[in-house]
């Protein structure tokens, strides 16, 4: 085997570390796109789920007046409901009386 002279291994290491060098700069630009690449993908998510949520709030929120509107619907039903039956009530107790008072008074000539 034929030894190398100094110049020619001081040649070599050189060259081997421009190659190390390169390659390291090329692995660092490699990362750092890599680590762009990621942070772009999780501000993306990070958006698409605060989309997400705020359409979620909007749709409660819809819901909620629904649920309410329907709630208040229905006891206004419900009170007017009870005012006829009262009204009904009162009525059939009057017709009673009435004809509780004919009866007595068809039942009074008798006696």
């Known amino acids: 085997m034929k030894q190398l002279s100094e110049t020619e291994q001081l040649q070599q290491a050189l060259t081997e570390n421009r190659y190390l060098?390169?390659?390291?700069?090329?692995?660092?630009?490699?990362?750092?796109?890599i680590r762009f690449e990621t942070e772009r993908r999780f501000q993306e998510t990070i958006a698409l789920a605060n989309s997400e949520i705020i359409q979620l709030k909007s749709t409660i929120q819809e819901l909620r007046n629904e649920m309410e509107r329907k709630t208040f619907d229905f006891q206004e039903k419900l009170v007017k409901e009870q005012g006829i039956h009262r009204d009904?009530?009162?009525?059939?107790?009057?017709?009673?009386?009435?004809?509780?008072?004919?009866?007595?008074e068809m039942k009074a000539p008798l006696r």
């Open 88 to 104: 009904e009530l009162q009525q059939f107790q009057q017709t009673i009386q009435l004809l509780r008072d004919k009866l007595e």
């Open 21 to 33: 060098m390169g390659t390291i700069s090329t692995m660092r630009t490699e990362l750092e796109n």
